[in-house]
């Protein structure tokens, strides 16, 4: 494919990136052509009607066990209950304490969920979101900046589905830690990209603030 650089963005795990790794080290590899990012998925808990996607982008360059100590950091929000880490274990554990019309709105069986260890993976995996605030401190955390948030924007499940003046403080969080926004909105990718426009030129200096 014509890019140069790829990520590798499995929700909620690093399991593609630690298998490319357990492949490009075998003595039968092909030889890596393109720069390959390792990356996560996630979704954040947030005041909105949907649900906000996240993304997490990492250097390429960064140690496993960081990868395994930024996930330890993000924290599943379980209803009436205290928030617990992710885990395949928690999620797991999470499809089983939700109720029954949570499970329905997703098409979910709860005997599955009950019985099936697979399934209830799945099924939390679906319905899981995280603490906002672990998933900013967690990058925070990463050394050297190896981490970068990237945020949707106006594309599926982004932050415009967020009412920001009634949320203020939230969105500008997201804001100020993801510097980069998926966007399919030429307007939107030239205020993003500082460039000045007669159709955002009454708003975009207010905007890059």
């Not at 990520?7 to 092909?30: C, E, H, N, S, V």
């Not at 969920?113 to 799945?122: H, K, P, T, V």
């Amino acid at each position: 494919a014509e890019p140069a650089v790829f990520a590798i963005m499995d929700y909620w795990t690093f399991d593609g990136w630690f298998a490319l790794k357990r492949r490009l080290a075998q003595t039968d590899a092909p030889k890596l052509e393109k720069t390959v990012f390792p990356g996560i998925e996630l979704r954040l808990m947030a005041p909105m009607k949907g649900r906000l996607n996240a993304h997490v982008l990492f250097s390429d360059k960064i140690d496993d066990q960081e990868l395994m100590d930024f996930k330890s950091d993000l924290l599943i929000e379980f209803p009436g209950q205290p928030a617990r880490k992710l885990s395949n274990s928690a999620l797991k554990e999470y499809a089983r304490s939700v109720p029954a019309d949570k499970l329905n709105h997703h098409s979910l069986d709860k005997t599955k969920i009950m019985e099936d260890e697979n399934y209830a993976l799945r099924a939390g995996s679906i319905m899981a979101e995280l603490n906002c605030d672990s998933y900013k401190q967690a990058i925070s955390k990463v050394k050297d900046n190896k981490a970068i948030g990237f945020m949707p924007f106006d594309t599926s499940d982004g932050l415009t589905g967020i009412e920001r003046n009634e949320h203020y403080a939230y969105v500008l969080g997201l804001f100020k830690l993801s510097p980069i926004f998926e966007t399919r909105n030429i307007c939107h990718w030239e205020a993003f990209s500082g460039i000045k426009t007669d159709r955002n030129s009454g708003w975009i200096d207010e905007f890059q603030i």
